[in-house]
Each structure stands twice: as C-alpha cells, then as structure tokens.
C-alpha cells in the first residue's frame, strides 16, 4: 500500500539523517489488461547511500523494509548501485543472525554493484551490515600448541636399545673363546 511504502522511505531516510526530495509514488502496469500485474514506484532522491572508496551503505535500505506485516513481509532484497564499480573496501560477502548480503559486479556495458540480500528475521534493530568490508583480524595470543606426551617414544627407544643389547649379548656368547672363528658342528682341535 502507498502508506506502507511511504513510512518505509521515511524510515530509511530517517536512519540516513537526510529527507527524501521529490517524493512521488505511482502504480506501474507491466501489462493494461491485467491489473494483477501492477506494482507501486516510488522515485526520490536522498543523500548517504554511497561512500567513498566503494563503501555502499545498504543498511538503512534493508532495515527500512523489514518488519512489515504480512502479506507485505519481505525476504529478499536488491539494491543496484549503477555506474559505481567495487574496489578493494567494498562488502562482498556477509552473513549475521538476520541477514546475508551476496554482492555481484556488472560489467559492460554498464558497471554497477548490485547487492542480494536475504532477510533471515524481521527485526531491523537485529540488521546490522558494514558499509565496507571489514578483515576478520587474527586473534591476538595464539592458542597454546597441543601437548603431545613424548613417553611412547621414550619406552619405544628403551625397549629398542634393550633389544639391540640382548642381541649383542647373544652374539658374543657364540663366539669361541680363543677368539678364533669355526664352523658349527666342527670339533677340530
């Protein structure tokens, strides 16, 4: 309804601390011959959606439409920036307990970013998404490496070493003991 998507652009501008200029609301028909098909534009302008450096602040957007009551509730959104190409700041991927944001470029023959937006609630104090993209830091002390206990390396290297001493042991006593080598079985004196 007009109201609905009115108080909708209020809100949002009023998030954005900038009026909407030049407000009108119309009904668009795709096809003459079946008003089911009709749909309601709103066109004005306001300032604060587009940063520098390829910060886009969709916040305001996404949390002005959700809540609404049924049958008007919204799950999903998109927002095209045209003629605005991404850099290196800008959001591309983002997940929160009430939304995910999916970002896509368009190329030729128009640049654009365009943003798919999934409404996971309604809640939009629960909405929170950056205008630019954040790096997940690294936390600051590392993780205590796991302990691993040395003791089956230690028994096997002492039950090893005993091994090669009872072998060593066994060879000596088979030796001779004027030192001389003889075949087995020989009795020559």
Known sequence: PPTLLKGQIDAMCAELNAPARGLSLRTVSFREDNPN?????????????IGTGGKFNIQPIVRAFAGAPDPF???GISVTFDGESPTSETLRKMEGPAVKVQARTNGVPQPGVEY???????????IVIPDHYIPVSAP????????????????MLGIAALAVGALVYLALLRLPT???????????K
């Open 73 to 75: 509730a919204i799950t």
């Open 140 to 155: 600051s002390t590392r993780p205590p490496a796991p302990q691993s206990s040395d003791w089956p390396l230690w028994l």
């Open 116 to 126: 798919r937006v999934s409404l996971l609630g309604q809640d939009p104090k629960q």
């Open 37 to 49: 098909l009709d749909f309601l534009r709103a066109s004005f302008g306001t300032i604060g959606l």
């Open 178 to 188: 004027n030192g001389r080598k003889s075949p087995p079985g020989s009795n020559i």
